[in-house]
């Protein structure tokens, strides 16, 4: 990566758990890669906030932010210590299901990642980041999050405490890097759920990509939205307007947000990409493997194999 990326005025990176010289948005958080993947309405990890009040009501852009922040700062310990074995630490995994990168090939052939200047977008501890970086590519790992990226660095990769590739603690909203940085964008469950305002993150992704780069990004499948959220056969029955995207907010005993979701169908994700100037190339909708006995929240293989619980977006841009 050039120096270009190294100082970012007013965003500060991480080094050895302290803020140094760089910036970055989290399956993650909002707040990310390999770790967002996993939070969320349809099964959203930790219970630091157990007396917060679940309601559906609006949350603003800066109220959503400003909550998920703190939300994945107090959870991090617990999703990475109940998610990490699933994720590994270098592997690059789209969601609950499994799917994995590395047999998938959704970025693209793995060899042909080298040398690609790579974004993963609310990357959390940034597992999906140190698989690119093994294929030989250079990725700079973005979350919302300081304690998601602490993580980071706990994990480390060629050095202790030390990933190997810039970690930036930035919201997905306002990416602190210049026009045309990067080749390929990513996010598993990272970003795009956990804002107010997507088509603001599409735009951003789509500026610091060059011309022709791809943005791959998962999610919870919409369809989930309208489904109880439970694992067992409670979590088949419709309760909720798949259209009803009032956002899904939990408060704290005073009313202010301390965690909010934002839902949009899949027809609006197609409109929001295609608006920034993406072509959306394929929609995954990864099937429950027979190998895969996991619980995640409301994922289950009970559910896996009825409906889908995961959506991948391929698209180029334009």
Request: hydrophobic share 30%.
């Given at each position: 990566m050039e120096q270009k990326h190294e100082v970012v005025e007013g965003v500060h990176p991480l080094t050895h758990g302290d803020h140094a010289d760089r910036s970055g948005g989290a399956?993650?958080?909002?707040?990310?890669?390999?770790?967002?993947?996993?939070?969320?309405?349809?099964?959203?990890a930790g219970d630091a906030d157990d007396d917060a009040e679940a309601v559906r009501r609006p949350a603003g852009d800066r109220e959503t932010s400003r909550a998920n922040r703190g939300w994945w700062d107090r959870n991090a310990d617990e999703y990475q210590?109940?998610?990490?074995?699933?994720?590994?630490?270098?592997?690059?995994?789209?969601?609950?299901e499994g799917l994995d990168e590395a047999e998938a090939g959704l970025l693209g052939p793995a060899e042909q990642l080298r040398g690609l200047d790579v974004l993963e977008v609310g990357a959390g501890a940034a597992q999906c980041s140190r698989w690119l970086a093994a294929q030989g590519a250079r990725p700079v790992a973005l979350d919302l999050s300081h304690r998601q990226l602490q993580h980071a660095l706990r994990i480390g990769g060629g050095d202790p405490g030390r990933p190997g590739f810039p970690l930036v603690e930035a919201d997905a909203r306002a990416l602190p890097f210049a026009d045309g940085s990067f080749d390929l964008a990513c996010s598993a469950f990272g970003a795009v759920p956990f804002v107010a305002d997507p088509e603001r993150v599409f735009a951003e992704v789509a500026r610091v990509l060059r011309p022709g780069g791809r943005w791959v990004f998962s999610l919870t499948h919409p369809l989930r939205w309208s489904l109880a959220d439970e694992p067992g056969p409670e979590g088949l029955t419709v309760l909720a307007s798949y259209f009803d995207?009032?956002?899904?907010?939990?408060?704290?005993?005073e009313g202010r947000t301390v965690y909010a979701e934002h839902h949009r169908t899949l027809g609006d994700r197609v409109r929001e990409l295609v608006g920034a100037g993406f072509r959306l190339e394929d929609l995954v909708e990864p099937e429950w493997p027979e190998w895969?006995?996991?619980?995640?929240?409301?994922?289950?293989?009970l559910r896996g194999r009825l409906v889908p619980g995961t959506a991948v977006f391929v698209c180029t841009l334009a």
């Open positions: 399956p993650g958080s909002q707040g990310g890669a390999g770790d967002a993947a996993h939070a969320g309405h349809a099964g959203h210590n109940d998610h990490g074995e699933f994720l590994g630490d270098a592997r690059f995994v789209w969601g609950p995207r009032t956002p899904y907010v939990e408060e704290d005993g895969n006995q996991q619980v995640w929240g409301g994922w289950s293989p």
